[in-house]
């Protein structure tokens, strides 16, 4: 049985670094083109999604003169919204890679966001990138039997797809919380955020994948392809797989797919 999910139990973060340091594994840099990206995915989930709460939080301190255009929208919409901003540790974002930034930032939205403290799951999106189906996907969502919501990542060997995913916030607090600083861009051969998720959930019972598959829209920061890209044959075929819980590196279905979904 599904639980019909009220929106206001879920906290969606949608995390950002507007100004990066320059380091491997990242395409992207200008910093105007990134602010505009950020701001019209926070625009699209405060006006076209169901999150009632909205946190964006940037790890890059920038300054930005327009945040009360934000909150109106925010307002405009009944929506709840929270601009945050720090400075991560740059030195070690650059050591060790992207993947240490953003576990930097939820922890620190877990720490000193106000809206987070009422919500007992929250939503985590890369902040660039636009879901068209979200609604679909918080409609279909079951927190009765799962705390953890993740996809496999269909362009790695190993990972978690951590572009989107939804847990139970005590849940990330006990166990995910601190992984990042096992993140390892520059290792050989690399750890990234993607492979630690996995080895912190195959094993986990109340794993759930997303259904639908989420559509991307947006590119990857990281190595510049373009999630829009995908075919409709393939986007079908992931749905099938997160609809029946397949879509994961432990089950056997999936390794016997795995050809197929690199292509």
């Known amino acids: 049985m599904v639980l019909k999910v009220k929106n206001k139990e879920i ?4 995390t950002g670094c507007i100004s990066p340091v320059k380091q491997n594994y990242l395409v992207l840099t200008n910093v105007n083109e990134r602010l505009k990206q950020y ?3 926070i625009r699209y989930y405060i006006e ?7 946190i964006f939080c940037d790890n890059s301190n920038y300054n930005y003169d327009h945040k009360d255009d934000i909150y109106n929208i925010a307002r405009s919409k009944g929506k ?14 650059v050591s060790f890679g992207k993947g240490y930034g953003e576990g930097e930032i939820i ?7 106000t809206l987070i403290k009422s919500s007992s799951y929250f939503a985590k999106v890369t902040g660039r990138l636009i879901i068209t189906n979200i609604n679909s996907i918080l409609k279909n969502i079951n927190l009765k039997s799962y705390d953890i919501l993740m996809n496999a990542d269909i362009y790695r060997k190993h990972g978690i797809d951590t572009r989107f995913y939804i847990i ?8 995910y919380v601190n992984i990042f600083t096992k993140v390892n861009d520059n290792a050989i051969p690399p750890l990234a955020l993607e492979d630690i998720f996995f080895l912190e959930t195959k094993l986990n019972k109340k794993w759930s994948n997303i259904f639908p598959f989420p559509r991307f829209v947006g590119i990857s920061g990281g190595n510049g392809r373009n ?3 995908e075919s409709k044959n393939k986007l079908k075929f992931l749905d099938f797989l997160c609809k029946r819980n397949f879509l994961k590196k432990s089950s056997f279905i999936y ?9």
């Open 11 to 14: 906290c969606l973060i949608i």
């Open 39 to 41: 701001i019209k995915s």
């Open 48 to 54: 076209e999604t169901d999150f009632q709460k909205i």
């Open 80 to 93: 709840k919204f929270e601009w945050l901003s720090f400075s991560g540790n740059t030195q070690k974002i």
């Open 107 to 113: 922890k620190y939205v877990l720490k000193n966001s």
């Open 168 to 175: 139970n916030k005590y849940v990330y607090l006990h166990k």
């Open 227 to 229: 999630y829009t890209n």
């Open 255 to 263: 390794y016997y797919i795995f050809g197929i979904l690199k292509k």
